[in-house]
């Protein structure tokens, strides 16, 4: 970004990119209906407005041009690259509607392939970027690993050359109490692991709170360090990475931010799975153990009740064999007790004959 320079010879590459500026306006292919394209020219003041999803981007834009589509929630209201036409004091500018990160239908791997895209076909068209504006959420109580993240990858497709024509702005500022902003805004410029690096490389740390107003600062500023910036290349790193250094998408330093995280996704993804099938294996491995449990106790209680009603058959053949035996000693019993009775009567009838037969003989 800055001054007009020699443009330097694109490596060969893999990647099909339509040249022109009638290609430049839209990632996508063109729709009926959709706003022409300006003639824009590599002095032009063409500038990048990027964040994550739902800083504001539209709403900033829309303070210049009245063709930016606003949204009222967090959800994504750019859903491709756009050129929006403005006017600031005396000069005309071309801000440029980039999709967020962290976007709510598209991944990120997605959105910077069509950033890289359109920078390849502005490459092209030989149109460089006078500044990119990048804004973010003051509110926010902290730069979670989507902010971080996305941080990383807008440091690694600027490059430090870049840098100093990058504002970093601050929006919804109405959100918060000044004080609190103020401590989270100095916590952003000075933390490395957030802006800290960046303000180091040349950034300018400005905050976008007051409407228009602000919004034309922040234009003014990077049109003021256009204006005193002396050679360079005018590129991003990414398009010198892919145009002129002939990389893929995934070899350069922002697409390798990305594949870091993916493959660092892949590597929790893989761990939890393996965490899960260890417990899923555990859990079958207890109900493969309780069924056995179950099947002994079933089988313990099938041979317990078989032992049983064996008891139970020999305990009533047992009463049965009592039965039969008390049956036969009361018949032996009875046929005793006849028999007693008929030698008792025999001996009575004895004894008195004989008494007869002595008295016979007196």
């Given amino acids: 970004m800055g001054q007009q320079s020699s443009k330097p010879v694109p490596a060969a590459s893999s990647s099909s990119v339509k040249s022109g500026k009638e290609s430049v306006l839209s990632a996508e292919p063109e729709v009926v209906g959709a706003p022409a394209v300006p003639d824009i020219g590599p002095d032009d003041l063409v500038i990048a407005v990027m964040g994550l999803t739902g800083v504001g981007k539209s709403t900033f834009i829309s303070h210049f041009s009245d063709t930016a589509v606003v949204g009222d929630d967090l959800k994504s209201c750019t859903a491709t690259i756009s050129i929006h036409t403005g006017q600031v004091d005396d000069k005309t500018i071309y801000l440029i509607d980039t999709p967020g990160f962290d976007d709510t239908s598209r991944t990120d791997t997605e959105i910077l392939r069509e950033i890289a895209t359109w920078l390849e076909r502005s490459y092209d068209a030989d149109i460089k970027l006078a500044g990119i504006v990048y804004l973010?959420?003051?509110?926010?109580?902290?730069?979670?690993?989507?902010?971080?993240?996305?941080?990383?990858?807008?440091?690694?497709?600027?490059?430090?050359?870049?840098?100093?024509?990058?504002?970093?702005?601050?929006?919804?500022?109405?959100?918060?109490?000044?004080?609190?902003a103020e401590e989270r805004e100095q916590e952003l410029k000075t933390k490395p692991e957030f802006w800290g690096t960046l303000v180091e490389h040349g950034c300018t740390v400005l905050r976008?709170?007051?409407?228009?107003?602000?919004?034309?600062?922040?234009?003014?500023?990077?049109?003021?360090?256009?204006?005193?910036?002396?050679?360079?290349?005018?590129?991003?790193?990414?398009?010198?990475?892919?145009?002129?250094?002939?990389?893929?998408?995934?070899?350069?330093?922002?697409?390798?931010?990305?594949?870091?995280?993916?493959?660092?996704?892949?590597?929790?993804?893989?761990?939890?799975?393996a965490s899960l099938e260890a417990e899923l294996a555990e859990l079958q491995r207890i109900l493969r153990e309780e069924r056995e449990r179950e099947q002994k106790e079933w089988e313990k209680r099938d041979i317990e009740q078989r032992d049983a009603e064996k008891r139970e058959r020999a305990r009533e053949e047992e009463i049965s064999g009592l039965n039969e035996k008390l049956n036969r000693l009361a018949e032996d019993l009875k046929s005793t007790r006849e028999r007693q009775e008929k030698v008792e009567a025999e001996y009575t009838e004895l004894k008195q004959k004989t008494i007869w037969d002595w008295c016979a003989v007196m």
Wanted: hydrophobic letters at 35%; proline letters at 0%; charged letters at 30%.
């Fill in 136 to 180: 973010h959420r003051i509110q926010d109580n902290r730069v979670g690993g989507s902010g971080v993240k996305n941080i990383q990858v807008f440091r690694e497709l600027c490059g430090t050359e870049a840098l100093s024509s990058v504002v970093l702005a601050t929006t919804m500022w109405d959100a918060l109490a000044k004080e609190k």
């Fill in 208 to 273: 976008q709170d007051d409407g228009a107003e602000s919004a034309k600062r922040i234009i003014r500023h990077i049109v003021e360090a256009r204006s005193q910036k002396i050679g360079g290349s005018g590129l991003l790193q990414i398009q010198e990475e892919i145009m002129v250094d002939g990389k893929e998408l995934h070899e350069t330093a922002a697409g390798t931010v990305l594949k870091e995280e993916l493959e660092e996704k892949l590597r929790e993804h893989a761990a939890k799975t």
